[in-house]
Structures are given as structure tokens and as C-alpha cells.
């Protein structure tokens, strides 16, 4: 039976799908594109033998890696050039950051929209040129608005008129409300320049960036194509350093998130066969983490609905206390009801 699983074990070992037969590998791509991990797995069965029929679709999966990685890195370039009177460090994030900087991670990754990190004290400046330079907000709801700016790590979401394409500003890397709390001015201060004069998170904070998005924030939605990021990145970091494992351990310790980043090190252990970094001290609960993280099925659909539902409510009570949390709810739920 395909499943999650059968996406990271052809990931890890793609000798091992070559054998599939027409129907399992239609089960195997629908899988893999639900996950977000097609265009990984198309660049990885690139110069490998694979039934015709797959072989077409990740061929034109591989043309549209190309289109998605050029159209990311001019957004970025549109963005920098949006910025120039910006004095402050502009820092990318997530896919486009990997592509940017021309790490592994950034292998068939599908990029969507443009993730940056400027200092808090800049918004207002940076807002400013964004709107000047085409950006409009998606939706200009008051209660909305107000929410983002005194509760969220980030600017309401904008778009750009004549593009289409999406830009999220954060200040910092998790929600105001939660629990950790990440050193932003840290983040920014140890930023390491691109080319371009645009900045990417340093080695040990794109991991804690990635720890913090999939377990200290989200409903894990996306699990498997986060932590294969992770996988990525501890793999070529520790390749490039030998003493990266210590300065992860010092940033995560600094950034309050030593234990999301564990655990995101124990789960790509367990699902890619990351090197164990850090001493696997597993964890029950581990095992409730990967059955949310690999509930999809041969036809891409998402399994396990209990299991999705209760991480789905764990999300949001990670983001807020249960009394915010409420009240949140409850101003969105009338908003609807009376549009």
C-alpha cells in the first residue's frame, strides 16, 4: 500500500521504485505530489530507469523545477530591487533562500511565495516600498489586519498586482503568542550575505527556522517536504563543518527551541535515516508525529482524520493561550456568519 512512507523510502533509496509497475507508480507520483515532493523525487529518478509513462511526467515535473526556480529568484530580485533604499538586512527564507544560496535543499523543491525576515524596527519602511513598488494586500480585512501586526511574526499577506506573486514579511520566526521565543535580532545580526547584497539565515538558524515552522508552529501540514529540508541541510552543513553539530546545539539553545529542533532531528532519523547528529533520545509521541506526517495514500488524498484533527487543534493552541484562542475563534466565526 502506498503511503507516505512508500514517498521517503523511494526518496532515500531510488533503486529500490525502478521494479514499480504502471499502477504503483501512479500511486507513488500522486503521493509524492500531495507531499510537495514530486519535483524532489523527479530530479532523483532523473538518470534512472523508470517505466515510460513515469518517465513523461517527471520529465516535464523536472522543466517545471526550472520555470518555479527562475521565477523564485527573480521575485527575489524584484523584491531587492523594491528595497534599495531599505538600510537593513533583507533575509531570505525557506525555498527561495536554499535556491538562492545554492544549497542541496533546494533540489526539485517546490518554492511558492517569497519568504523574508527584515528587523521589526524596519516594517514600516519596508511596507511602505513594497506598497510603492506594486504589492497590494490579499485581503484587506480590518480585524485581520489588526491581528497580524499586534499577535503574528509577520506583515498581513500581500501580492503583486501585475505578477501574481506572493510575499510574506516576517519580523521574527514564530507567532508573538508562542510559547518560544526566538532571538530575531540574533537572526538578522548572523545572516550571511549573497551576491546579490540579499542575506540568508546562517547554517544552524535555517535549521532552527525549519524546527520552529514544523513543530513549534504548525499542524504539520507539509511535514514530510519540511523535515526533508532538514535532512538536506544537516547533511551538507555537517559535510561542510565538522563542528556544526555544536553550534546547532548553542543557536537552538539561544533561540528557546532546543526541543522542536530534537525532535525534527529524531523524525528525520527515523523517516530519511538522517546521521544522528545529537544523541536519539526517542519519544513516544514520536511515533504520532510520523503518523501525521506520512497520512496520504495512493491516490494523494489525506488519511488519518482524527490524527490530522488533533494536531490541527494543537496548532492553535501553541499559537495562542486558550482564552486568546477562544476569542479569536469567535470573532472569526461571527465575521463569517454574517458575511
Known amino acids: 500500500m502506498i503511503d507516505g512512507w512508500s514517498v521517503a523510502r523511494a526518496l532515500t533509496d531510488p533503486a529500490s521504485v525502478t521494479r514499480l509497475d504502471a499502477g504503483a507508480w501512479t500511486q507513488l507520483l500522486s503521493a509524492a505530489r500531495a507531499a510537495s515532493l514530486i519535483g524532489t523525487l523527479a530530479e532523483l529518478m532523473a538518470d534512472r530507469p523508470v517505466p515510460y509513462p513515469a518517465a513523461r511526467v517527471l520529465a516535464d515535473v523536472r522543466l517545471s523545477n526550472q520555470t518555479g526556480l527562475r521565477q523564485a529568484l527573480w521575485e527575489a530580485e524584484c523584491a531587492r530591487l523594491a528595497l534599495a533604499d531599505y538600510a537593513g538586512k533583507v533575509v531570505l527564507l525557506k525555498g527561495t533562500a536554499f535556491a538562492a544560496a545554492g544549497l542541496d535543499a533546494a533540489q526539485g523543491r517546490s518554492i511558492g511565495d517569497l519568504d523574508i525576515l527584515v528587523a521589526r ?68 545580526a548572523d ?19 525549519a524546527a520552529a515552522h514544523l513543530i513549534a508552529d504548525g499542524d504539520l501540514s507539509g511535514g514530510m517536504r519540511n523535515l526533508w529540508d532538514i535532512d538536506r541541510l544537516v547533511r551538507q552543513f555537517v559535510a561542510e563543518d565538522a563542528g556544526f553539530p555544536d553550534r546547532l546545539a548553542e543557536r537552538a539553545a539561544l533561540h528557546g527551541l532546543g526541543e522542536p529542533v530534537e525532535r525534527a532531528l529524531r523524525l528525520c532519523y527515523r523517516l530519511f535515516g538522517t546521521p544522528a547528529i545529537w544523541p536519539i533520545r526517542p519519544a513516544v509521541s514520536d511515533a504520532l508525529y510520523l503518523r501525521r506526517i506520512t ?26 493561550p486558550p482564552a486568546m484562542l477562544a476569542r479569536h475563534l469567535w470573532t472569526k466565526w461571527r465575521k463569517g456568519h454574517r458575511g
Open 191 to 209: 545572516a550571511r550575505a549573497l551576491p546579490s547584497g540579499l542575506h540568508v539565515l546562517s547554517p544552524a538558524d535555517m535549521i532552527c527556522h
Open 121 to 188: 524596527e524596519g516594517l514600516d519602511q519596508v511596507e511602505a516600498l513594497l506598497l510603492k513598488a506594486g504589492w497590494e494586500w490579499v485581503k484587506p480585512d480590518p480585524y485581520d489586519d489588526a491581528y497580524y501586526r499586534q499577535w503574528m511574526h509577520e506583515l498581513p499577506p500581500m501580492i503583486h498586482a501585475e505578477r501574481d506573486r506572493m510575499i510574506d514579511v516576517h519580523h521574527t520566526i514564530l507567532p508573538l503568542t508562542a510559547r518560544p521565543k526566538p532571538d530575531a535580532a540574533a537572526l538578522i
Open 295 to 320: 497520512a496520504i495514500d495512493g491516490w494523494g488524498r489525506k488519511t488519518r482524520k482524527l490524527t490530522r484533527q488533533g494536531f490541527y487543534i494543537r496548532s492553535h493552541l501553541l499559537r495562542m
